[in-house]
């Protein structure tokens, strides 16, 4: 997503220039180019499939719509599993039009877990819940906290259900840290992805993250908390960002690699 | 501030018109009229002044800077007194720059209270922390949640600091009834803000508040909550809205007399 003015070759291409051996990827651009053709595409230029980005959006309360939503996330499970990635990124949804209350919606994504979980197990993958930041808790996840993700992935076996930790949703939240080691003693930390935090945000909030470095989130610190959690799989850079989006994807790729060197790892 | 656009005896004469006997003031537009001339025309309309919003801003790491805000601090609770109102809203200030550190800027927000709190004391008037959303917590505000709030204010005696609750801020949060309940058991809920959560949110995030009834955020429950924290103060509708402010001020209060009759108190 960081770089998503390429195409998928030329962003295959981009990452073995990079030396970037691992790829988060997005099911449209893999379904627009063909999932087992992606498949193959990844894997002939040696390179690994980090996450599938995303199932989710389990809160609504319409039958018909909630049945859609099993479908698709079926659909996801088996498109991350021809990818070779063992886990499929979860944003569990805002509230359903009229609804208010919260808990009740993420009582709904509990229940679309106990259908999916086994599912996505039966297949090698695992679903990563990611709690959003606050500010999205209406309109597109309803978990906010990595506390909520947590209680809401130990109701399943840790091998099924786990945790997408990114430090642009979690930030800001003192009780983080504590969520991040009870994560990591039960072996959920099962995705890691960095942005930072700048200001003013957009219209819409969607598409104004930091490139590493140009915020506030100490990130190197995060790295040694999740570290220090036991995590020791492939780093994701997610950048949802215009200005980003508006530069070459070869270049931004090249700065990213950069920064996260500077700005995420080693000694500060 | 839900009426911004009318000047201060505009305000007086619709709060009246209105049937309303308690008004939250903003310090600029009290200023720009004079203290004593406001405080004046406030009390000769038979109208109580609920809150004087707002000091804080006590995050800089720079002295002359700190020292810059704890006199305007001061001022602050000069003029809340002169107003006759018990209560000064603080909103704590963000990250200066360079700085990542949130609990450390929250630890300079405390360090001004231990000077501030007994100067207020002194005056009759209370200091009531107020947490913003997290989407503000980098350029705005530290303290992000109920919890941060009550952890700063615990540390002072209960006459002297306690909490604002705005449901605009809190209402994603499934910690924060519990945090209610603490702080109504020592006595520490100061002021009660209502304002609705809509989307999308603005570029800045500043001005997107909801009328009441128009988002998602069960205004009555939060009512019915914070009754329950032992609250009986005036209840303060605050919505930075940029389609409110484009209306006739006048209407917009009328509009939200009955917007809180409908959506914030008596039965569903």
Redesign the interface.
Known sequence: MTVRGLSLPELVDACVASGVGSVGLWREPVRAHGVEAAARLVRDAGLTVSTLCRGGFLTATDPSVRADALADNRAAVDEAAALGTDTLVLVSGG?PPG?????AARERVAAALHTLAPYAADRGVRLAIEPL???F???RCVV??LE?ALDLAERFPARQVGVCVDTYHL????RAPAQLTRAGESGRVFAFQLAD?V???????LNGRGQLGD????LREWHARVDAAGYSGPVEVELFSDSLWARDGREVLTETVDRYLRHATGPP
């Open positions: 509230l609804a208010r209350d919260l808990g930041h606050p500010m808790a209406s309109d906010s906290t909520q930030w800001w939240d003192d935090w200001t003013p945000l957009p219209e819409g909030v915020g506030v989130i100490d």
